[in-house]
């Protein structure tokens, strides 16, 4: 009974700040009667509540080796980031306004679709117990499904360390491009260089997003002036991934491809496939911590 006055209150409050004219790409569906459809279905399941024990195990598993990690991979971003603003600024010329508008456009469409990817894929499949990449990599979500507000208390290193990480593996060769080739290259490429920019900048920001929109207060006035203008996701519109068993809205950077993406069964036919050839079944390590 709790649970279905919580999330009728939900419903409530994605209906009134989910405004479809302020919302790209997103309908009228979305903010009210597909919300509503969405969480009337999952009202016999429960909303995530903190476990506790599962949460301090998940926490204790990051290590002093990488936080070192994580601070070289920002102090390289910052470096590369510059580097390539400097040199899209250098070679901004009037007819290329066009381009430029759209390789935002484009760079920021496909940082939210990555973010999507990224995080169905973390969620849904692997353990912590796999080399390297469980403790480093999958440890934080499913520590964040058992502890959903833990990562607003984690700094500004444990929070985007990992997405600098990601960033840089796609400006490396973009600016190695840069240096090999030379000016020409860069002016018949101009639009690479806007969209490697933006979409870089998005992909870096994307855990900072996600962890503004766990935040109940603190949040910078500027911040919810964006959530608001939807130019980086709101509040309310991730609570919708949080509806136990996590099986929806991805996207955590602007969210602007959650509704196209769960209206197609993008992520569901994925699970569908894998499943079907590996026998593996999704979120079942997930499940394993939040039940402790």
Known sequence: METSKVLRDMASELSKSMKPESLPLITAET?????????TKEQKKPVLKKNSKSAALLKAGYTKEKRMFEITMMVSFVI?????????TYHFK?????????????????????SGLVHWAA???????????G???????????????AMTKHDIVETNGDNCMLSNLFLVPLLSCCYLYGEEWMLQNFSLLVFGATFTIYVCLTNQIHKWSHMISGVP???????????????????IHHISPHETYFCITGGWLNYPLEKIQFFQTLE?????????KPRSDDQKWLKG
Do not use: C
């Not at 903010?31 to 969480?39: E, L, M």
């Not at 009037?94 to 990555?114: T, W």
């Not at 969620?123 to 990449?133: A, E, K």
């Open 272 to 280: 569908f496939i894998i499943e079907a050839l590996t026998a593996h």
């Open 221 to 239: 006035k500027w911040v919810k002036v964006l959530q608001d203008a939807h130019i980086i996701m709101p509040r309310p519109h991730h609570h």
């Open 135 to 149: 403790q480093a990599f999958i440890r934080p979500f499913r520590e964040h499904h058992v502890d959903p507000v």
């Open 80 to 88: 590369l980031q510059l580097t390539i603003m400097t040199l899209v």
């Open 123 to 133: 969620d849904t499949w692997g353990t912590v117990n796999i080399p390297i990449i």
């Open 31 to 39: 903010s009210s009667a597909y919300v509503h459809k969405r969480v």
């Open 94 to 114: 009037r007819q290329y306004f066009g381009a430029f508008i759209m390789s935002l456009v484009f760079g920021a469409l496909l940082a939210d679709f990555m």
